[in-house]
């Protein structure tokens, strides 16, 4: 069965401090992966998607950084934290540019 | 970007009633899909409706699409304890990557 890991499932890092952040996928080759950042009461913003090894597009510019070293591995990383980097990160991945997304359970960080 | 907004910001009902919760959009899509997150966790994929669909079911779930009005709506019937959540539509365009999310629903069921 298809299944996404995603960990640490809580992160407190000091401001400045490096990040990485980890999302795996089983039972699925090629998929297309996303990371999302949630802040609190509020929708999701799309991070980083790849639908490839070395294949990374940034839909918004900043802090952090992404990177899928193997088909089924996306990591998140940041050199130096910010509090504004503080949220909830979601890694997903779909079969098809279409349909559904599989969300993992999310690694909720907090900088201070 | 955010594009879908959904309606209400939360909703609050008593278990057994039925829970409808609107979602609006602005530009053409290719689909419209609703998830569920329990406080804390991670998104759950509930339907997806084409955009050459109107309505379709899944349990007590009941989705509906106007793509006139670009809206859609989420029926839950008979609802229990375990449905409260925060409910969010995503629209999927025809050539892009990412979904568009709205801000979501949270919905409360009373006991």
């Known amino acids: 069965s298809q299944t996404i890991h995603q960990w640490p499932a809580t992160l407190v890092q000091p401001v400045g401090s490096p990040l990485s952040l980890e999302c795996t996928v089983e039972?699925?080759?090629?998929?297309?992966l996303y990371w999302y950042r949630q802040a609190a009461g509020r929708g999701l913003q799309l991070l980083f998607y790849?639908?490839?090894?070395?294949?990374i597009s940034s839909e918004v510019p900043q802090n952090l950084s992404a990177s899928r070293p193997q088909d089924r591995q996306f990591i998140l990383s940041s050199k130096k934290l910010l509090l504004s980097d503080s949220g909830f990160y979601l890694c997903a991945w779909r079969v098809d540019l279409r349909g559904g997304y599989t969300f993992g359970s999310g690694t909720r960080l907090t900088v201070v | 970007s955010q594009q879908g907004e959904e309606d209400p910001q939360a909703l609050s009902i008593q278990e057994g009633e039925n829970a409808t919760m609107n979602c609006s959009y602005k530009?053409?899509?290719?689909?419209l899909q609703w998830y569920r997150q329990n406080s804390g966790r991670g998104l759950v994929h509930l339907i997806l409706?084409?955009?050459n669909e109107r309505e379709k079911h899944s349990g007590r779930l009941r989705v509906t699409l106007d793509t006139s009005k670009k809206s859609s709506s989420l029926l839950i019937t008979a609802s229990r304890a375990a449905d409260t959540a925060s409910y969010f539509c995503?629209?999927?365009?025809?050539?892009?990557?990412?979904?568009?999310w709205g801000a979501g629903t949270k919905l409360i069921i009373k006991p």
């Open positions: 790849s639908v490839g090894i070395g294949q």
């Open positions: 409706i084409r955009s």
């Open positions: 039972g699925t080759s090629n998929p297309n």
């Open positions: 530009t053409s899509i290719n689909n």
């Open positions: 995503a629209t999927s365009g025809d050539s892009n990557y990412q979904l568009i």
